[in-house]
């Protein structure tokens, strides 16, 4: 049996405070047309299945492109569909029916004190199944430990810089 390196259950997340009312940055988290124009890894996500909306078991593919020229194409299972406060989906690198979800996506909105404010956070949680962080800790397990921590370290990087990207979008088409 493989050893799991800490990484099932890792966990990551950003909370930040933005100027956009909750309705809007909800419209935003979940217009999967617009997430490769706000990612740095995420380059696509779209609908499948005659889908065009957030519902639990609603099903979407999504395209990663990693800085080492990787790319991948997952499929993704919603599993919150709250609006306008939770969004959430686990990502398979097969169909769904045959493996475990190697992590849990979610987005979870609160209006802020402040009107027209949100508190918005964004988390990543690894799962069970199959991942490149999993096979980068076998790969090289005495360095494990770092790889793991840089690969969280990285998708908090990427979570803030699509969060403020998506916050200036919905900010310019107000004027």
């Given at each position: 049996?493989?050893q799991?390196?800490?990484?099932?259950?890792?966990h990551?997340?950003?909370?930040?405070?933005v100027d956009?009312?909750?309705e809007?940055?909800?419209q935003a988290?979940t217009?999967?047309?617009?997430?490769?124009?706000?990612?740095?890894?995420c380059?696509?996500?779209?609908?499948?299945?005659s889908?065009?909306?957030?519902?639990?078991?609603a099903?979407?593919?999504a395209?990663?492109?990693?800085?080492?020229?990787?790319?991948?194409?997952v499929?993704?299972?919603?599993?919150?569909?709250?609006?306008p406060y939770s969004f959430?989906?686990?990502?398979?690198g097969?169909?769904p029916?045959?493996?475990?979800?190697?992590?849990?996506?979610?987005?979870d909105?609160r209006?802020a004190?402040?009107?027209?404010?949100?508190v918005?956070?964004?988390s990543?949680?690894?799962?069970?199944?199959?991942?490149?962080?999993r096979a980068?800790?076998r790969a090289?397990?005495?360095?494990?430990?770092a790889l793991?921590?840089?690969?969280?370290?990285?998708?908090?990087?990427?979570?803030?810089?699509t969060?403020?990207a998506?916050v200036?979008?919905?900010?310019?088409r107000?004027a």
């Amino acid at each position: 049996m493989d050893q799991d390196f800490g990484v099932t259950g890792s966990h990551t997340e950003v909370e930040l405070l933005v100027d956009v009312p909750v309705e809007r940055l909800w419209q935003a988290v979940t217009d999967l047309s617009r997430i490769g124009d706000w990612s740095p890894e995420c380059t696509y996500a779209g609908w499948l299945d005659s889908h065009s909306a957030p519902t639990v078991g609603a099903r979407f593919e999504a395209r990663n492109r990693f800085p080492n020229g990787l790319v991948t194409q997952v499929e993704c299972v919603v599993v919150a569909a709250d609006r306008p406060y939770s969004f959430g989906w686990n990502v398979f690198g097969s169909p769904p029916e045959a493996t475990e979800a190697f992590a849990t996506w979610r987005y979870d909105l609160r209006p802020a004190a402040r009107a027209n404010q949100t508190v918005v956070r964004q988390s990543f949680t690894h799962g069970p199944g199959e991942s490149g962080a999993r096979a980068a800790v076998r790969a090289d397990p005495g360095n494990a430990a770092a790889l793991l921590q840089g690969r969280l370290d990285q998708l908090r990087r990427n979570m803030t810089t699509t969060i403020e990207a998506m916050v200036r979008d919905i900010q310019s088409r107000r004027a």
